[in-house]
């Protein structure tokens, strides 16, 4: 079983801005394996989580049960949400993949790793917290500007992204939901050779 874990903050204020893109890859993800009346995310007060769930049937290979997850906390208390979710199901944190903004990657580009710092990100930071450890999967999505000192990061972050960003916005999403599908249906590592950024 795999946790999925889009990170954001819940509410309409929130939305469109560039610290839930966590939530809007999770959501596209769903649409494109689910014809869209069926993409019904389920509020469960227990897990402090709107979640719902799947099965991968990759081309070669087992059944994979997945739980895609929105936490109903605010960024800063995500791990809240991952800790009763996994503790629950008996997860390893392996088996947690979290779906998140990154300031240090430029605008439209992504990387997939495992484990290390949360690189100053709040909610990353909550898991690894809550979890005890940092060895959990990360599809971090980049929001950063080149060449461009921010003055005000928690505005940058909270901000929606500006009209000439939108296509990157688009294809970033679409990027993340295919990298999610290539690591279940390929493994990590090739999913990791096919979508992470070059540096």
């Known amino acids: 079983m795999k946790l999925i874990v889009g990170l954001g903050n819940p509410g309409e204020k929130y939305q469109n801005t560039r610290h839930n893109l966590g939530f809007m890859v999770a959501e596209r993800f769903l649409k494109d394996f689910e014809p869209v009346r069926q993409t019904v995310w389920t509020n469960e007060p227990k897990f402090k989580s709107k979640i719902t769930k799947i099965e991968w049937q990759p081309k070669s290979g087992s059944l994979e049960k997945i739980i895609l997850v929105k936490p109903k906390t605010y960024m800063n208390e995500s791990g809240l949400s991952v800790q009763l979710l996994t503790t629950y199901y008996k997860l390893l944190t392996t088996n947690v993949w979290v779906i998140h903004d990154d300031l240090d990657i430029p605008l439209g580009m992504m990387k997939i790793r495992f484990g290390g710092s949360a690189g100053g990100h709040k909610g990353v930071e ?17 929001i950063g500007e080149q060449n461009k000192k921010l003055r005000n990061v928690d505005k940058f972050v909270l901000g929606t992204f500006e009209e000439g960003e939108k296509g990157k916005e688009r294809g970033l999403i679409k990027k993340g939901s295919k990298a999610i599908q290539a690591a279940l249906e390929e493994g990590l590592e090739s999913a990791m050779n096919k979508f992470n950024t070059k540096s």
């Open 126 to 142: 909550s898991i690894i917290q809550t979890l005890g450890t940092d060895q959990f999967w990360r599809f971090r999505l980049g």
